[in-house]
């Protein structure tokens, strides 16, 4: 069984900085791209930033220069860093990733999610 558990969601003020992880654990032979994505109250779940198991990485531009994120290829983890955060990066949170396991070649997994708050 594989699974994405993130953490590091929370409140905090404009301006301020939160960081977000993510780790996968289970039956998995390996992780191709790992990323966030964001679903706000009334809005589509949107990217937020993506990283290639080489280091490639694809920001949303409304986050590009404010988060920065990253990976342990040997941890099986992704981490993100969002600094000067502003009331619209209020969101709901998600870690994704896609994966070779035991149980199928290529598949999109998905975490539950952790809340972000930003106040003005």
């Known amino acids: 069984q594989v699974q994405l558990v993130e953490s590091g969601g929370g409140l905090v003020q404009a301006g301020g900085s939160l960081g977000l992880f993510c780790a996968a654990s289970?039956?998995?032979?390996?992780?191709?791209?790992m990323g966030w994505y964001r679903q706000a109250p009334g809005k589509q779940r949107e990217l937020v930033a993506t990283?290639?198991?080489?280091?490639?990485?694809n920001y949303a531009d409304s986050v590009k220069g404010r988060f920065t994120i990253s990976r342990d290829n040997a941890k099986n983890t992704v981490y993100l860093q969002m600094n000067s955060l502003k009331p619209e990066d209020t969101a709901v949170y998600y870690c994704?990733?896609?994966?070779?396991?035991?149980?199928?070649?290529?598949?999109?997994?998905w975490g539950p999610g952790t809340q972000v708050t930003v106040s003005s």
């Open positions: 994704n990733a896609v994966m070779r396991t035991i149980a199928t070649p290529r598949a999109n997994y």
């Open positions: 289970g039956s998995i032979f390996s992780i191709n791209a």
């Open positions: 990283i290639t198991s080489g280091g490639i990485t």
